[in-house]
T-cell receptor
């Protein structure tokens, strides 16, 4: 079974700092990759997704992610965070079946 | 907004009582999913459906059953609730073949 690992459980940073969240998966075949965000008290919303092509994917709100196939990684980045980026972030993998496998999530706290 | 509603949004119940959560979609998508979200575990798949009366188990299906008698409704039942089933439950739909899922607002269930 595929698994998804998110390296950081909780990240605390100040406004304008850069953010990078790690995500690794275990499946060796073709995958579709996703980053979701969950703001406090809300449901999950899609930040960005990768299916094929350019491994650098740009999403909403200034987020981007890079797919590195050789490292089975899909790390999320944002050059300059805002207080409103405080949320929980989930990496997810779809491996050509009907399901998504999620990482455990990373809580990001941005201090004003 | 992917046209997904969940009811109830909050419920407190006692151990041993049956509980049914409802997920309703307005767009007649084939695939529907039930997840539970717990701190440190991300989202874990309970059951999913790939059509009317077609369902299958996810990774944490013990103690849960589902039914789908209409395309638009996917019910999750806890036959005899236990305290370990205290969680936030999310329903999701999958519109396309790329694996992306859209999530409902969630139901917070507390089992005393």
């Amino acid at each position: 079974a595929q698994s998804v690992s998110q390296h950081n459980h909780h990240v605390i940073l100040s406004e304008a700092a850069s953010l990078e969240l790690g995500c690794n998966y275990s499946y060796g075949g073709t995958v579709n990759l996703f980053w979701y965000v969950q703001y406090p008290g809300q449901h999950l919303q899609l930040l960005l997704k990768y299916f094929s092509g350019d491994p650098l994917v740009k999403g909403i709100k200034g987020f981007e992610a890079e797919f590195i196939k050789s490292k089975f990684s899909f790390n999320l980045r944002k050059p300059s965070v805002q207080w409103s980026d405080t949320a929980e972030y989930f990496c997810a993998v779809n491996a050509n079946d009907y399901k998504l496998s999620f990482g455990a999530g990373t809580t990001v706290t941005v201090r004003a | 907004d992917a046209g997904i509603t969940q009811s109830p949004r909050h419920k407190v119940t006692e151990t041993g009582t049956p509980v049914t959560l409802r997920c309703h979609q307005t767009e007649n998508h084939r695939y529907m999913y039930w997840y539970r979200q717990d701190p440190g575990h991300g989202l874990r798949l309970i059951h999913y459906s790939y059509g009317v009366k077609d369902t299958d188990k996810g990774e944490v299906s013990d103690g849960y059953s589902v039914s789908r008698s209409k395309t638009e409704d996917f019910l999750l039942t806890l036959e005899s609730a236990t305290s370990s089933q205290t969680s936030v439950y999310f329903c999701a739909i999958r519109p396309d073949d790329d694996g992306e899922q859209f999530f409902g607002p969630g139901t917070r269930l507390t089992v005393l």
